[in-house]
């Protein structure tokens, strides 16, 4: 049960903050209309779906995690109890009705607004933050701990849904000027990089109690340390690709190839994240 979690919570996370990220760089990077357009909300529907799925799933681990069989799971007045008469539930609940209104848009005319579109991506962020560790405090200390998850949301959203955008204009770079391009998406990058980087280190700080939790080797620091060690790679290589950018429309195989393994490492720290949202922190004394 506890795998299934770790995967489910996985899959949610990685679907949200992708349909957020690309609708944010959508204007950045795409002015005006594009032929990308089509694909781009093809993939979105298909990635609102998921989330739905995703999100139900969870919402069945939980309950028959907290119930202890699988049956109560599948129990109408079981998930009742757990939707309204717990933290988790109570948020879950308007997390997926806001899922399914974006599903539902995203099948009408009306999807063509950028704005309903970014407005409910940021409702299933925002409904994210208070799961998992986000949690863990009451009072101020607590609503600045879900708003400093929130924040940490944003960036890593914008910056994943991004790249995920940039690996689809890659692969059909014609009508497009990559310099320009990526020119923007740096210029962005600098300011997500420094939120998600601050945004971070204060979770480590209110969770742990220190500024890295110790040993290094174990448990919650051992998956720390390697969602750290992969954004440091991920830094690594657009670092490469911005001081290569002048020269990025004559080696664009090279350019596809880093900025998607780029984004799949983000990939990869997003699942570190889900199997952090499932172990306890280790305070340090």
Same mark, same amino acid.
């Given at each position: 049960?506890?795998?299934?979690?770790?995967? !489910?919570?996985?899959?949610?996370?990685?679907?949200?903050?992708? &349909?957020?990220?690309?609708?944010?760089?959508?204007? &950045?990077?795409?002015?005006?209309?594009?032929?990308?357009?089509?694909?781009?909300?093809?993939?979105?529907?298909?990635?609102?779906?998921?989330?739905?799925?995703?999100?139900? !799933?969870?919402?069945?681990?939980?309950?028959?995690?907290?119930?202890?069989?699988?049956?109560?799971?599948?129990?109408?007045?079981?998930?009742?109890?757990?939707?309204?008469?717990?933290?988790?539930?109570?948020?879950?609940?308007?997390?997926?009705?806001?899922?399914?209104?974006?599903?539902?848009?995203?099948?009408?005319?009306?999807?063509?607004?950028?704005?309903?579109?970014?407005?409910l991506g940021g409702l299933l962020l925002a409904t994210?933050?208070?799961?998992?560790?986000?949690?863990?405090?009451?009072?101020?200390?607590?609503?600045?701990?879900?708003?400093?998850?929130?924040?940490?949301?944003? !960036?890593?959203?914008?910056?994943?849904?991004?790249?995920?955008?940039?690996?689809?204009?890659?692969?059909?770079?014609?009508?497009?000027?990559?310099?320009?391009? &990526?020119?923007?998406?740096?210029?962005?990058?600098?300011?997500?990089?420094?939120?998600?980087?601050?945004?971070?280190?204060?979770?480590?700080?209110?969770?742990?109690?220190?500024?890295?939790?110790?040993?290094?080797?174990?448990?919650?620091?051992?998956?720390?340390?390697?969602?750290?060690?992969?954004?440091?790679?991920?830094?690594?290589?657009?670092?490469?690709?911005?001081?290569?950018?002048?020269? !990025?429309?004559?080696?664009?195989?090279?350019?596809?190839?880093?900025?998607?393994?780029?984004?799949?490492?983000?990939?990869?720290?997003?699942?570190?994240?889900?199997?952090?949202?499932?172990?306890?922190?280790?305070?340090?004394?």
């Amino acid at each position: 049960m506890a795998s299934a979690l770790v995967l !489910c919570r996985f899959l949610h996370f990685i679907v949200v903050l992708m &349909l957020f990220g690309a609708w944010v760089f959508r204007p &950045l990077l795409l002015r005006g209309e594009s032929a990308l357009d089509p694909r781009l909300a093809r993939l979105s529907r298909w990635l609102a779906v998921v989330a739905l799925a995703s999100g139900v !799933c969870w919402l069945v681990l939980i309950t028959a995690s907290m119930a202890g069989t699988w049956d109560a799971a599948f129990d109408p007045a079981t998930l009742q109890l757990v939707l309204g008469n717990t933290f988790f539930g109570q948020v879950w609940r308007w997390h997926l009705l806001f899922n399914l209104i974006l599903v539902a848009l995203l099948l009408t005319p009306l999807r063509a607004s950028l704005v309903l579109r970014l407005v409910l991506g940021g409702l299933l962020l925002a409904t994210l933050a208070p799961i998992g560790h986000g949690a863990m405090l009451d009072g101020i200390a607590g609503q600045l701990l879900i708003l400093n998850q929130l924040v940490h949301l944003i !960036c890593v959203g914008a910056w994943l849904g991004g790249l995920m955008l940039l690996v689809m204009i890659l692969r059909a770079p014609a009508e497009h000027s990559i310099r320009v391009m &990526l020119q923007r998406f740096s210029g962005v990058g600098y300011g997500l990089v420094a939120g998600l980087l601050i945004t971070g280190l204060i979770n480590v700080r209110v969770l742990t109690g220190a500024f890295w939790p110790t040993p290094l080797f174990t448990g919650f620091a051992l998956i720390l340390l390697i969602k750290a060690a992969l954004v440091v790679t991920m830094l690594g290589l657009a670092f490469f690709n911005r001081l290569r950018i002048d020269d !990025c429309e004559q080696r664009l195989p090279a350019l596809r190839t880093s900025v998607m393994l780029e984004w799949m490492l983000g990939i990869g720290a997003v699942a570190a994240v889900s199997l952090l949202g499932t172990l306890p922190p280790m305070i340090s004394a």
